[in-house]
């Protein structure tokens, strides 16, 4: 991979909105290149999505976002990738992760209530042949989302440090 297909990479990922005249400048190469290399991993589909990550607190959208952990039991000739499909089908799921360790799965949801969770999990989830068990944690604040500090006001409500 060129250095400037790595650097047009880096641009995208902190910043989507960026026109292929600002990756150029950035990039430090012509408008034409960065067109082709972002048309290039568009087509390959290296780029999964263009999207804006929204905090919740501040434009005031109340959501419960659960991360559940679920083991599995991978069917013969099928493995965790048909598991993988069943589960990403559900609308309530927004990631997916295969992992190492302790469980298989990272199943990052978002539903409008607690109870939608819990119905998630009970009524979809853990009906599934495939899935041994769950484990479910909610998450309470984000401070660090896909590299972006979450809330920039976030000194407003730190304490002061006491000195001893």
Do not use: W
Request: proline share 1%; charged share 30%.
């Amino acid at each position: 991979m060129t250095e400037t297909k790595q650097s047009i990479i880096r641009l995208l990922e902190s910043n989507a909105h960026y026109t292929t005249e600002e990756l150029a400048r950035l990039a430090g190469t012509d408008a034409e290149t960065a067109k082709n290399i972002v048309k290039e991993l568009e087509e390959t589909g290296a780029v999964i999505k263009y999207a804006t990550i929204f905090d919740n607190d501040v434009i005031e959208r109340e959501v419960v976002e659960a991360l559940i952990e679920v083991r599995v039991t991978p069917q013969k000739n099928r493995g965790f990738d048909a598991i993988a499909e069943d589960i990403y089908g559900f609308d309530e799921v927004k990631s997916l992760y295969l992992m190492s360790g302790g469980y298989d799965l990272a199943v990052f949801v978002e539903c409008k209530t607690l109870r939608a969770v819990s119905a998630f999990v009970s009524d979809k989830l853990s009906t599934l042949d495939t899935v041994l068990s769950t484990a479910t944690h909610f998450i309470l604040k984000k401070y660090k989302v896909e590299g972006a500090v979450a809330h920039e006001n976030h000194n407003e409500n730190k304490r002061l440090a006491i000195k001893l």
